[in-house]
């Protein structure tokens, strides 16, 4: 840098230092700005919206030393757009890290500013859906949030950032502040059209009054004249502010060559206006502005019953993003001493100590060492009791502490707590839409064309038999079939559905459960985690040669160790309950057969723990591996010698019964589907009236099962627990993995329960039937309200205004029932389950001696 061009950036610098404007584009600050942003420890004011989105992207992506280095202003930017020098920000790689998802395709979640209604969301998808590259488009209207996917080589983060720019909205990166203080300025902004809108209205109507009663001519001109005027003089505010998100989004639409459902509503209160003005300027003809102010009120009403209905349908995912606290009490020299200090909840480490008082939020996962007390979980769960918790009981991010204050050691960074997994998740579930949502897409975009050729064709024919007539009836033709209830009936109804199963502890993943569930035909349950507790308890220890039984538990127990599936962590727990300094283990070279077992080496000798084929071709002869009815055998052995056989058994989950008869009950087909020994399925299935169970299934013959039925016509839902299940959950047409399962099964299943209960799969089922009842109730609606209004309006029995008050009405009906899934009762109440299903003689029995 030369001598004067250093001295230019530090002239810059110091005047942005003590420059009372915008610190990002120099422009002076309105006197109620509020923009912020913290860059290098202090905090910088901004003009707009726009210049605080652009410098939060700078300085989250470290290139805060932008602003120490310029050697200018940055280019003026409004609220709508930002200048493509501050887009390319995005395409550093420093900045494209956090959106790669491989080494071919990168993905990103956007806030979208300024939708209004569900036409935005068909145009930005078209739009973006042109780039190069693009590999996946989807803006959920719900949570105004956007989700796309892209090939690195073809496009580029700024290309996308750039296409919703240049149709008039604003994206970037998600970030849960920044998203509520759009939502919150959007709601006011429409807030304000409405009162507008409606005070215009109420105007104009004082001066239509007159005309209408005094049709006989009795109205003096100069009277009539005058008023005519003054409606002229009332209704631009309406038409040139309250109507601008109307003419701004047919706008957009006509610049992308689509034809947006904003197009007709437009092109109905330009037409009726321009036609009045004409009226008034040549004192002769009709006018309608008490109808264009209707018009426009009644249809901001509804977007605004829209916008209410969008915020309480994401308002249980919106609750999820905001549950994890910002900061932490992190006690850096405990125990010794309890001095505490706040720190970001992004700082914490795995190890740190933090204190978490009554009302607070837990920060991160984390081991209570200290305190007992009473958690709420609802946020997570969905349950509403609180659950008392001690010392040695882990607690999940997010979680909220009740009645007294405890001491966490933190197991998880924020970063891959629960609740953030659980957030990871829930950013999925939007990902995509259901048939049925595409299918009226499709319908409503060639609805649109059609209407406008219908539209022109009813004009010609008036003009032609009335022409006095033929402005008006065209008129009330754009306006009465508006296809917003079309185009509302089905994304409001699964958001609606959506929001009410996660409060009810089921997180819906993939776009087609709701589809798909309530056709389903054969119910496919696993046994273990699933219609049991998922906590065995080892009742018995049988040894098969001379070594002591404690020394086989410890030996499995060092097998088992980094094993999550429910059988090991028995074990695991058992020997824990037994073990000395002396016993403890160390297995080396441990390696896992999906569905069979564990094999590994202990002081130089292989040992194999699993089903008794598995360690019979380890030991070599055949052994009587009978245990008792109902309970799971697990078989240890090494080369040539059984040395024991371990006897577990999980309890049914108290409400599995319940669940079972309810699909029972809609005709639906229920199996068992276990990889237990076949004894011990058909047990727990007699127990729980299932007709037919399989047991000793291996994961490809779970998967094979499946897939025959489905061969056979079936459509499976498929509920699992754990690494064995998560090829079958991804094959079924439904599938549902438990939230306290293996994150493997997770991400492979379409649905996850965060309630413990299995209930949640029956009120999952009976939501799924509501909601396409309630999808075919809107689709008839508004089906049927336009084969009568359209034909209505064209042959002139529906005037301008009265158009405008059945199309709000249609969509106000559609929204409102959709909001009516949000209320569903439970038919299934939730159960208690126990936390610990031990036997009363579990441990105690395998530190006896002589206890078999």
Known sequence: MNAHTEAETNSVVQSATTFDGCYHCGLPLPTAAHWPVEIDGQHRDMCCPGCQAAAQTIVEMGLADYYRTRSAFSATADSAALIPPELLLYDLPEAQKKFDLNEESAEATLSIEGIRCAACVWLIERRLARLPGLQAVNLNVATERLYVRWQKELCKPSDVLQAVRDIGYVAYPYDAARHDAQLRRASRTLSRQLFVAGLSMMQVMMYAVPAYITHDGTLESDMDTLMRWASLLLTLPAVCYSALPFFRGAYASLRQRALGMDVPVALGIGAAFIGSVVAVLRGDGDVYFDSVTMFIFLLLCSRYLELIARRKAAGALEKLQHALPAAAARMSGYPAQRECSMVAATQLCAGDFILVKPGEAIAADGEIVEGASAIDMSLLTGESAALKKNVGDILPGGAINITQAIVLRVSKVAADSTLSQLIRLIERAGNAKPQIALWADRVAAWFVAALLLFALAVFVFWQWHDPARAWPIAIA?????????????????????????????????????????????????????????????????????????????????????????????????????????????????????????????????????????????????????????????????????????????????????????????????????????????????????????????????????????????????????????????????????????????????????????????????????????????????????????????????????????????SSAVVVLNALRLRRIPRTHDDQSVPEKAEHPNGIAAIAEPGVN
């Open 477 to 809: 033709v754009l306006v009465v079939s508006c296809p917003c209830a079309l185009s509302l009936a089905t994304p409001t109804a699964l958001a609606a559905a959506t929001d009410r199963l996660v409060r009810q502890g089921v997180l819906i993943v993939q776009p087609h459960v709701l589809e798909i569930l309530h056709r389903t035909t054969h119910i496919v349950f696993d046994k273990t985690g699933t219609l049991t507790v998922g906590k065995p308890v080892l009742q018995n220890v049988h040894a098969f040669a001379s070594i002591e039984r404690n020394d086989c538990l410890q030996i499995a127990a060092a097998l088992e160790t980094s094993n999550a599936h429910p059988l090991a962590q028995a074990i695991v727990a058992a020997a824990s309950a037994v073990a000395t300094t002396e016993t403890t283990q160390v297995a080396h070279d441990v390696s896992y057969t999906t569905g069979q077992g564990l094999e590994g080496v202990i002081d130089g000798v292989r040992f194999r723990l699993g089903n008794a084929v598995f360690v019979g071709e380890l030991a070599g002869r055949s052994i009587d591996h009978q245990s008792s009815t109902g309970m799971t055998s697990v078989y240890l052995g090494s080369s040539g010698t059984w040395l024991a056989r371990f006897d577990l058994t999980d309890a049914v989950r108290e409400d599995a019964r319940e669940v079972v008869a309810y699909f029972k009950r809609l005709g639906k087909i229920v199996i068992l589907l276990s990889g237990d020994q076949a004894d011990v399925a058909q047990h727990v299935a007699s127990e729980l009236g299932i007709a037919e169970a399989h047991g000793s299934c291996l994961p490809e013959q779970k998967l094979a099962f499946v897939q025959e039925l489905q061969r056979k016509g079936g459509i499976v839902a498929m509920v699992g627990d754990g690494i064995n299940d998560a090829a079958v959950l991804r094959a079924a047409d439904v599938s549902f993995a438990m939230g306290s399962g293996a994150a493997l099964a997770q991400t492979h299943a379409d649905t996850v329960l965060l309630s413990p209960h299995l209930a949640a799969i029956a009120n999952a089922s009976e939501v799924a039937i509501k909601t396409m009842h309630v999808i075919r109730q809107n689709l008839f609606w508004a089906t049927c309200y336009n084969l009568l209004a359209i034909p209505a309006a064209a042959i002139g029995w529906i005037n301008p205004w009265m158009s405008g008050v059945g199309m709000s009405l």
